[in-house]
């Protein structure tokens, strides 16, 4: 199943298994990060090299205080997750927090491209309230 094989990608993140992150991605994979121009990460990156190119520009210029996938949509061969970030820039000590979607296409049990739509708060700068699906559909009316 296709969100399985996403929610692998998210753990072995987390883990810092990039070796085993890597593994669940197709040699010719198509990674795309759309944000705001200014942040090094976001562009296109082409196959295992360009992936590991990202991660090592992410690895470099910021640090993750908390990262939290928050809502996985299984729509067959592609899966969207809702999530978001809080970190520090390691450049300028800058806080920021960041909301996210991803989009990633499976097939034969590998990750064939992900897209990354980023909003990006920084500083004082904060997003706006919001409450998660997956919070608000377990509460009662």
Known sequence: MSVDVVKQVYERFAQNDLEGFLKLCAKNIEWVVNGPG??????S????DGVRSFLAILDRTWSFQAFAPREFIDAGN?????GEEVGTDKGSGEAFENRWAHVFTVQRGSIVSFREFLCHWRGNQHPP????QSESASQEP
Do not use: A, H, P
Not at 38 to 43: F, Q, T
Not at 78 to 82: A, D, E, M
């Open 45 to 48: 990156y082409q196959g295992l």
């Open 38 to 43: 200014d942040l090094e990460k976001c562009r």
């Open 78 to 82: 592609k899966v969207v997750v809702l």
């Open 129 to 132: 309230e919001m409450s998660w």
